[in-house]
């Protein structure tokens, strides 16, 4: 059987307002994963539109296509195709879970929810002859999964080709988040076996990884055993973790002596009652200053993420985010529009409240405002947004960020991360259309090694209020690159269908 696995690009993902290198960061392990349920003996074929063109000639007995909100129309205009041309189509992914009846429209099958169970239920039924029309997912395990089809990824159009998924899911129940309404009628938290997980880490190469799951500190035994596990595997890793699981006991220094570097970490917003008008109750009470201190005393490099936009949001929140930011010594910042997807709460909510302005799904990509806002006009709420990220991102912000850490060595990583990540377009470019990004890996492991601090690296005064970081004697690779993990930007390429 031929077997066609598709991602559609992102609406985003040709604008002129939107970077390439933000599409070329990680393979879509969803459908790896989902592919690793075939025979041997299948013909598969797994295509990428943001790193490359899609073939529609050739016509294969199955397409399995991954959607998105901002690639839904796209991904339906490809599924009409090919059930035109006779092939059988299957749509799942996030879009299609929180709109099925919308999808099915464009499918011979379509999957609800994650698909480790209801992928291979589906090839009984159709090697059969006798497939259903939908596949919901129930029973929610990680058990002897098969080893991901790395093999379909072509690693050398990634940055992190290394990326990796050990649990499915979250703990909490953000009102703007997808995570409930993906996992609906069974368990929306589980992990992967740990001896599983590290067997799967020691079939990737090199020394770097990125875990793309939501919340990998989100079990904290779990967490622990894998961490103790890889200890010894000389990996550097990033990944993501909430306030809460970073100042909550000791499993943070466990994770950076396992190797962790950087973490997403989902600040969004100081004010309490948006905090909870959001159902945020994991950063209600809890001290973001404190949380960064711990990171940076174990040189993790933090990439903060905020959204704008939320009710008790003024002119003001735009320059006290960005303030804080600098003074905080954020590495990266991920600034969002809030944005209701159908299917959670919140779109819920706010179409009770006739505040949904449109349904045109292109623009839900959390840089346009398709809700009635409150505080702020839709207008401010744009130019606040974009002067944000010109302003966290200025030369001279970079500086002061860079300069508001104790460790010298911590200083010259923040520098040249994040003004490599911003400020070389030009680079990026070339090597996305080279083909060349995986030469960048040994300056990514090198920018993520481990900072050690003693009283040589400390920084005076004078050198924080006189010398230039460009003055300072040292040679350094001249790019870097923030990976940047967000569900709200671009939903991560691991969601199983």
């Known amino acids: 059987m031929k077997v066609k696995l598709i991602l559609p690009s992102l609406v985003e993902a040709e604008s002129p307002y939107w970077r390439p290198i933000k599409y070329s960061l990680f393979p879509p392990l969803g459908l790896a994963t989902i592919a690793s349920y075939l025979s041997p003996d299948d013909e598969v074929d797994l295509q990428d539109q943001h790193v490359e063109e899609l073939d529609l000639e050739q016509i294969p007995d199955l397409v399995i296509i991954q959607v998105y909100i901002t690639n839904a129309y796209r991904s339906y205009d490809i599924a009409d195709h090919y059930r035109k041309h006779g092939a059988y189509v299957i749509l799942g992914g996030l879009h299609v879970t929180a709109l099925p009846d919308e999808a099915a429209q464009h499918a011979d099958s379509i999957f609800t929810g994650p698909a480790e169970e209801t992928f291979p239920r589906f090839l009984i039924d159709f090697r059969n002859g006798m497939p259903a029309k939908v596949y919901s997912s129930s029973v929610r395990t990680l058990a002897n999964i098969p080893p991901i089809r790395r093999d379909l990824i072509k690693r050398n159009r990634y940055l ?44 990737l190469p090199g020394r770097h ?7 990998l500190l989100g079990n904290a035994k779990y967490a622990s055993e894998l961490f103790e596990g890889m200890k010894g595997m000389n990996r550097v890793f990033q990944a993501a973790a909430t306030v809460d699981s970073v100042l909550r006991g000791n499993l943070i220094d466990k994770a950076a002596d396992a190797g962790l570097r950087s973490l997403f970490v989902g600040f969004e917003t100081f004010s309490s009652k948006n905090l909870k008008q959001s159902n945020k109750k994991q950063n209600l009470h809890k001290d973001y200053s404190e949380a960064v201190n711990r990171l940076h005393a174990l040189g993790i490099m933090i990439n903060g993420s905020f959204v704008f936009g939320l009710d008790e949001d003024d002119n003001d929140v735009f320059k006290r985010t960005v303030d804080w930011g600098v003074k905080n010594a954020i590495t990266t910042s991920t600034y969002h529009i809030l944005t209701p997807y159908p299917g959670t709460r919140l ?27 409150r505080n702020l006009t839709a207008a401010e709420l744009k130019s606040g947004y974009e002067q944000a990220y010109k302003e966290f991102y200025s030369w001279s912000n970079i500086l002061k960020a860079s300069m508001n850490h104790d460790a010298f060595k911590h200083v010259l990583k923040h520098f040249f991360y994040t003004s490599g990540w911003k400020k070389f377009e030009p680079v990026w470019n070339f090597l996305i259309k080279t083909r060349t990004l995986g030469t960048m890996m040994p300056v990514l492991e090198s920018l993520l090694s481990k900072v050690r601090v003693n009283s040589s690296d400390q920084i005076s005064h004078s050198v924080n209020n006189g010398q230039s970081i460009l003055e300072l004697p040292v040679v350094l690779p001249e790019t870097a690159t923030e990976v940047r993990k967000s569900k709200m930007i671009q939903p991560a390429k691991n969601a199983l269908l």
């Open 347 to 373: 779109f819920d909510d706010m179409e009770k409240q006739g505040r949904i302005l449109t349904r045109n799904w292109d623009l839900y990509d959390t840089r346009n405002v398709v809700y009635q806002t």
């Open 160 to 203: 992190v080709p290394n990326s990796i998924v050990v649990t499915r899911g979250c703990p909490h129940h953000c009102d703007f988040c997808y995570k409930d309404a993906f996992f609906k009628g069974g368990r929306s938290f589980y992990t992967q076996m740990v001896d599983e997980a590290l067997a799967e880490i020691d079939r």
């Open 209 to 215: 990884l990125y875990f793309l799951d939501d919340h």
